[in-house]
């Protein structure tokens, strides 16, 4: 990249040459390009820059390209991870059985490397900005003890890669800097589930994505439920397949439900549930759904989720929930919680 920006810096500065001294030739015919070997350089320096501009063409990507693609492919991996979820038997037998959820299981977790491998690199790139802007402030400020007229009050170094406080396309505010967090609000320990620690042995999430995790729980405790919807939506968009995607996901059906939102509540909470069907939220979105149900004039699915509740986790305090919602869903018999 940098022997074809200066390629194309040394061909313009050949061609305003050239055109500088074509009047001076028309007028004097002092300046001759008689030299074939010279004017052959010329022509191959000039016709080599579309050739370089072509070959950089693969670098235009960005670091922001690379995490929309692996969002993209994480949310349609969900997506069909849920419609397998709900197609039932036949469609699980006809998806290949378990090795289709091996298989999924594969994808994801390759996803989750590649975005954190992504973070990484853009953790990597804000440091070096950060360092960077502070020795070109450092040397701006000695060049100006230097000069007598130069104002140090007057100093305001840019960042690199930006003007002023301007974030880098891409990448969140160089500066560090985060939203105020919301006031505490009155939502019950129910309604707002307790962080659970992550599974011995789990990649633990990055930095960025557990303060957005953290800005979005206030903003549910405070009940500012656009606020939250917004900062969960880009939550699992910017970090899908990571380790509080399915947290987040429950998180943003809570701020759904809240907004008024029920039917797209719904598929978050299976969406949350398909992303970890054993992780700490599964028994909560699995509840939470059962519920939504008869609101959205689906009864009967309810019947469906809390036998999944009762079977998979028997003894929670969700499964304790489902013979009265199973009762007044007429589901029939649901099996008891303890058993």
């Not at 953790?123 to 007598?148: K, Y």
């Not at 042995?201 to 439920?225: F, K, L, M, V």
């Amino acid at each position: 990249m940098g022997r074809g920006r200066a390629r194309r810096g040394l061909s313009a500065a050949v061609a305003a040459a050239l055109m500088l001294a074509a009047p001076l030739h028309a007028q004097q015919g002092a300046i001759v390009l008689d030299d074939a070997e010279l004017a052959q350089g010329l022509g191959n320096l000039d016709g080599a820059e579309p050739r370089a501009e072509a070959a950089a063409q693969p670098d235009a990507a960005t670091l922001a390209d690379m995490q929309a693609s692996l969002r993209a492919v994480a949310a349609d991996l969900q997506a069909l991870r849920a419609e397998l979820l709900a197609s039932g038997a036949q469609g699980f037998a006809a998806a290949g059985g378990d090795s289709a959820i091996d298989r999924m299981n594969a994808m994801e977790a390759q996803i989750a490397a590649l975005t954190d491998r992504t973070e990484q690199l853009a953790n990597r790139i804000r440091q070096v900005v950060a360092d960077g802007s502070n020795r070109v402030g450092d040397l701006e400020f000695r060049l100006c003890e230097m000069d007598p007229n130069c104002d140090l009050g007057s100093l305001m170094t840019a960042e690199l890669g930006g003007s002023g406080n301007a974030a880098l396309p891409g990448l969140p505010n160089l500066t560090g800097s985060s939203p105020a967090p919301a006031a505490e609000g009155g939502v019950s320990a129910s309604t707002l589930p307790p962080i659970s620690a992550p599974p011995s042995g789990a990649t633990p999430p990055t930095e960025e994505e557990a303060r957005e995790y953290a800005e979005a729980r206030q903003a549910i405790a405070a009940q500012e439920w656009p606020l939250a919807i917004t900062r969960l939506t880009h939550l699992t968009e910017a970090h899908a397949g990571g380790p509080l995607t399915a947290d987040a996901l429950h998180l943003l059906g809570l701020a759904q439900q809240g907004q008024g939102q029920d039917r797209a509540a719904a598929s978050s909470y299976l969406m949350a549930f398909s992303a970890a069907p054993d992780g700490p939220s599964a028994p909560a979105s699995l509840l939470a759904l059962a519920r939504l149900m008869p609101a959205l004039g689906a009864a009967q699915d309810a019947c469906l989720y809390l036998d999944e509740l009762t079977r998979r986790f028997p003894g929670t305090t969700e499964a304790a929930e489902a013979p009265a919602l199973s009762k007044a869903a007429s589901c029939g018999t649901v099996a008891d919680s303890d058993g």
